[in-house]
């Protein structure tokens, strides 16, 4: 995407990986509706930003995760089990609605040892 201003192709390149991480799209600034971000550079739009819905996010962590171990989250041991819990605590995954039985089907465990695994962090 090609933006005006000076070094704003730059800009756009420096915040892409933000963007992917949380799995957004960038758009040219005159494409973004009202709920989407604009970035200026240098006092010019150089960048829109359309964030995700938030039902995806649970699921677009779980998969950064299996690419992170290189394995379905299933096929984990107990212990790196209790550090994804722990991960997916921090980035708040068990404050969204179904949390914890989406975490319990990819962890292949269930809803209870999640919250073993949640209580022992609590305890620890």
């Known amino acids: 995407m090609s933006a ?8 756009i390149a420096a915040v892409t990986p933000l963007v992917d991480a949380i799995g957004g ?26 964030l995700p819905h938030l039902s995806a996010s649970l699921d677009r962590i779980l998969a950064e ?8 989250l299933a096929d984990l041991d107990r212990s790196t089990k209790q550090q994804v819990v722990r991960t997916l605590e921090a980035r708040g995954a068990f404050a969204m609605r179904h949390g914890v039985e989406t975490v319990a089907s990819a962890l292949g ?13 609590q305890r620890g």
Do not use: C, I, K
């Open 4 to 11: 005006p201003g000076d070094g704003a192709e730059s800009f």
């Open 25 to 50: 799209e960038l758009l040219a600034p005159e494409r973004a509706g009202p709920d989407d971000v604009v970035l200026s550079w240098q006092g010019t739009a150089a960048v829109a930003v359309r």
């Open 65 to 72: 995760l299996r690419r992170r171990h290189g394995m379905p």
């Open 109 to 121: 465990v269930s809803r209870f040892t999640v919250y073993n695994y949640l209580n022992r962090e």
